[in-house]
């Protein structure tokens, strides 16, 4: 069974800290990205990456930043966690889109409350 | 131009009855349209997925309906259930580009 797993279901943090998100795939999919997910919102793409140590910006960048050293794991960072970065985040990994746009495959998502 | 508008935003439907979901896009090289479902506390999966070569596709009570020159899609669920209660999302991609573009969503609730 293909997995996405991220490392915490729930976080807490205070104003200020610096925030990881760790997100693992066994699929060797080349792309991984990082949205959040509000209410009527839907899913906004923070980063994403194509390969290891490549990574894009999303539509909504500001605030956060990505590593990817290996092909297997993305890691989300918020340097200084704001109260309006409490939210859901979803990782997900593709294929490459070859032959065409491919399926995305979720983690079950770390609901992230800043206070 | 990036943009996939999805309606309604929360729908409430019968058991029995059909659900109907609507997504318009403006970005005519978007070539994948997939519809991903959402369960509480789950992250979202592929429920269904269409390609514009063709105007409808279904899987068991599932059905895309694709109308290329509106521009629009629709997600039709038919005998609709209590277990189909979920957020639904409607999505658009492009063949080379990396990116899956979202709908904002809609809470389905079916009524027993």
């Known amino acids: 069974d293909v997995k996405v797993t991220q490392s915490s279901r729930y976080l807490v943090k205070r104003t200020g800290e610096k925030v990881f998100l760790e997100c693992v795939q066994d699929?060797?999919?080349?792309?991984m990205f990082w949205y959040r997910q509000d209410p009527g919102l839907g899913l906004r793409l923070i980063y994403f990456?194509?390969?290891?140590?490549?990574?894009e910006k999303g539509d909504i960048p500001e605030g956060y930043s990505v590593s990817r050293e290996k092909k297997e794991r993305f890691s989300l960072i918020l340097e200084s966690a704001s109260t309006n970065q409490t939210s859901m985040y979803l990782c997900?990994?593709?294929?490459?889109?070859?032959?065409?746009?491919?399926?995305?495959?979720f983690g079950q998502g770390t609901r992230l409350t800043v206070v | 131009q990036q943009q996939v508008k999805q309606s309604p935003q929360s729908l409430i439907v019968q058991k029995g009855g059909i659900s109907i979901i609507n997504c318009a896009y403006e970005n005519t090289a978007f070539d994948y349209f997939p519809w991903y479902q959402q369960f509480p506390g789950k992250g979202p999966a592929l429920l269904i997925a269409i390609r514009p070569d063709v105007s409808e596709k279904k899987e068991g009570r599932f059905t895309i309906s694709f109308n290329k020159s509106a521009k629009q899609f629709s997600l039709h669920i038919m005998d609709s259930q209590p277990g189909d209660s979920a957020t639904y999302f409607c999505a658009a991609s492009m063949t080379g580009g990396f990116k899956t573009i979202f709908g904002a969503g809609t809470r389905l609730f079916v009524k027993a």
């Open positions: 699929m060797d999919h080349e792309n």
């Open positions: 990456s194509y390969d290891v140590k490549m990574k």
């Open positions: 997900a990994s593709s294929s490459q889109p070859g032959q065409g746009a491919t399926e995305a495959f």
